[in-house]
């Protein structure tokens, strides 16, 4: 079983950077691709970024391009976000998930197994 815990969150300003971390504990997530999704209250999970396996390839939803940037250090099992110049549209519950058996990111929710339980950014204007 693999249990995710991200941390991180908090409250910043806009234009304010943070960094969020996905801690994985359990099995190894060395060959699974990983990825970042957001929530904002009253509306679905979406996907915000995604990296392979190797960090070979990363993936990110049009509205964070150059501006967060999706890492990882297989060697600790933590993934991470960095996102520099916050708006308050980057206001959600923030959640990583797994790809188990799969090394390329999706930017579906149905293709992730694990999820964490998720961490607050509130980015006021």
């Known amino acids: 079983q693999v249990r995710l815990v991200e941390s991180g969150g908090g409250w910043v300003q806009a234009g304010g950077s943070l960094r969020l971390s996905c801690a994985a504990s359990?099995?190894?997530?060395?060959?699974?691709?990983m990825g970042w999704f957001r929530q904002a209250p009253g509306k679905e999970r979406v996907f915000v970024a995604g990296?392979?396996?190797?960090?070979?390839?990363?993936d990110y939803t049009d509205s964070v391009k150059d501006r967060f940037t999706i890492s990882r250090d297989n060697a600790k099992n933590t993934l991470y976000l960095q996102m520099n110049s916050l708006k308050p549209e980057d206001t959600a519950v923030y959640y990583c998930?797994?790809?188990?058996?799969?090394?390329?990111?999706?930017?579906?929710?149905?293709?992730?197994?694990?999820w964490g339980q998720g961490t607050q950014v509130t980015v006021s204007p």
């Open positions: 359990g099995r190894i997530l060395a060959t699974a691709a």
């Open positions: 998930g797994a790809r188990w058996g799969a090394i390329e990111p999706s930017s579906r929710t149905d293709d992730y197994t694990y």
């Open positions: 990296i392979s396996w190797n960090s070979g390839t990363t």
